[in-house]
């Protein structure tokens, strides 16, 4: 089912679907967030039957195929040669002229061959031609006749408006002994999506806090850097909020891609501190709490400039994706939304630290 909502009803009779299908219908547009909801009309099918006499067939000789394959070439058209226009091949149909069948009177009048060809009679003296209605086509689910409901939804996320339409339709339709409705359309991919980031999301946290700990080879390092994690994930958000983007599969990925970009510059801030700690002890400069704060921030302020660069490289990189349009584009944009709202905020934070440090002397930049 294409939209993203939707309902099958399975049941025994395409009739009674089509009534539960019409009563759906006219229920489902007071939930909020429907847009359009539309049920398939299974009995809007329009057929021509023909209804053989057998005796008369009988009495003139023909068998049932015989009668058939007259209704077959002469109303719907028979393939007999092939013309040949250089290198193209057209196929030449043979049937009756439109005023001859465009009516059940003229198709009445379309002549049948007995005896060999030696006698033509009319088909109105061999069948009953008239119109009726059916399905126009049968849906088979689960040895079941389903049909469809289609719903498309705005400013509004699939679960919890099938939950909302769920219980309405709960109570409002009845339905017979032997019918079900069930929910399909894309959200179903949501949920099988769901099902895996369950998996895939602790993988790829356990994977962080491994490589991690084998680049730091200490606990305590490696906390340190997935606390920036919170952080990071705080500016994604207020970003997704500005963008006025709900979680979808796009957000999640960047999310995901956000926990590794967020890791690497942890690690170079780690690496930064610690080189600015061994320097101070190792001349002797580690006689005070405020000695060790005055490493920290200078270790801090060697980290800035190679943090600038790398949000600069991310944020230019990403934010030509926001204006992007095509095939595809509404999902690379929340796939680089959450990278290029943390890279925006580390970026004109970055810069204002570095004004900041220029101006006052403090550290050296590098």
């Given at each position: 089912m294409r939209t993203p909502v939707g309902l099958k009803i399975s049941g025994a009779d395409l009739d009674t679907i089509e009534e539960i299908g019409a009563r759906?219908?006219?229920?489902?547009?007071?939930?909020?967030g429907t847009r359009s909801v539309?049920?398939?009309?299974?009995?809007?099918?329009?057929?021509l039957d023909f209804e053989w006499n057998r005796e008369e067939l009988a009495r003139y000789g023909l068998?049932?195929?015989?009668?058939?394959?007259t209704i077959e070439n002469a109303i719907g058209g028979q393939n007999v040669t092939t013309t040949v226009e250089g290198r193209e091949r057209y196929p030449v149909n043979v049937r009756y002229?439109?005023?001859?069948?465009?009516?059940?009177?003229?198709?009445?009048?379309?002549?049948v061959g007995v005896s060999g060809g030696q006698k033509q009679i009319p088909i109105s003296h061999l069948a009953t031609i008239r119109t009726s209605s059916g399905p126009a086509m049968i849906r088979d689910e689960d040895g079941l006749l389903t049909g469809y409901v289609y719903i498309d939804i705005a400013?509004?996320?699939p679960n919890s408006y099938i939950e909302e339409a769920q219980d309405l339709l709960r109570e409002k339709v009845k339905l017979p002994a032997g019918y079900a409705i069930s929910w399909t359309g894309e959200y179903e991919g949501i949920q099988r999506?769901?099902?895996?980031?369950?998996?895939?999301?602790p993988i790829t946290l356990f994977l962080i806090l491994l490589l991690l700990y084998l680049n730091t080879r200490s606990v305590t390092k490696t906390l340190i850097v997935l606390l920036a994690v919170?952080?990071?994930?705080?500016?994604?958000?207020?970003?997704?909020?500005?963008?006025d983007y709900n979680l979808s599969f796009g957000v999640l990925v960047g999310l995901i891609a956000l926990l590794g970009v967020d890791a690497e510059t942890g690690v170079f801030m780690l690496l930064y501190l610690d080189l600015a700690y061994e320097q101070a002890k190792k001349e002797g400069r580690l006689r005070s709490l405020?000695?060790?704060?005055?490493?920290?921030?200078?270790?801090?302020?060697?980290?800035?400039?190679?943090?600038?660069?790398?949000?600069?490289?991310?944020?230019?990189?990403?934010?030509?994706?926001?204006?992007?349009?095509?095939?595809g584009s509404d999902v690379m944009k929340r796939i680089a939304a959450p990278m290029v709202g943390v890279s925006s905020l580390l970026f004109y934070w970055s810069f204002w630290c570095i004004r900041r440090s220029t101006r006052s002397g403090s550290g050296t930049l590098n």
């Amino acid at each position: 089912m294409r939209t993203p909502v939707g309902l099958k009803i399975s049941g025994a009779d395409l009739d009674t679907i089509e009534e539960i299908g019409a009563r759906v219908e006219s229920l489902l547009p007071s939930v909020k967030g429907t847009r359009s909801v539309f049920a398939e009309r299974t009995g809007s099918g329009y057929f021509l039957d023909f209804e053989w006499n057998r005796e008369e067939l009988a009495r003139y000789g023909l068998s049932m195929e015989e009668a058939q394959s007259t209704i077959e070439n002469a109303i719907g058209g028979q393939n007999v040669t092939t013309t040949v226009e250089g290198r193209e091949r057209y196929p030449v149909n043979v049937r009756y002229m439109r005023d001859f069948r465009a009516e059940t009177g003229a198709l009445g009048r379309v002549l049948v061959g007995v005896s060999g060809g030696q006698k033509q009679i009319p088909i109105s003296h061999l069948a009953t031609i008239r119109t009726s209605s059916g399905p126009a086509m049968i849906r088979d689910e689960d040895g079941l006749l389903t049909g469809y409901v289609y719903i498309d939804i705005a400013d509004r996320d699939p679960n919890s408006y099938i939950e909302e339409a769920q219980d309405l339709l709960r109570e409002k339709v009845k339905l017979p002994a032997g019918y079900a409705i069930s929910w399909t359309g894309e959200y179903e991919g949501i949920q099988r999506f769901r099902e895996q980031l369950i998996v895939v999301v602790p993988i790829t946290l356990f994977l962080i806090l491994l490589l991690l700990y084998l680049n730091t080879r200490s606990v305590t390092k490696t906390l340190i850097v997935l606390l920036a994690v919170p952080f990071s994930a705080i500016g994604a958000f207020w970003f997704l909020y500005l963008l006025d983007y709900n979680l979808s599969f796009g957000v999640l990925v960047g999310l995901i891609a956000l926990l590794g970009v967020d890791a690497e510059t942890g690690v170079f801030m780690l690496l930064y501190l610690d080189l600015a700690y061994e320097q101070a002890k190792k001349e002797g400069r580690l006689r005070s709490l405020a000695d060790l704060q005055e490493a920290i921030r200078y270790g801090a302020v060697k980290r800035l400039r190679p943090k600038f660069m790398t949000v600069a490289t991310t944020f230019l990189g990403l934010v030509p994706i926001l204006w992007s349009i095509g095939t595809g584009s509404d999902v690379m944009k929340r796939i680089a939304a959450p990278m290029v709202g943390v890279s925006s905020l580390l970026f004109y934070w970055s810069f204002w630290c570095i004004r900041r440090s220029t101006r006052s002397g403090s550290g050296t930049l590098n």
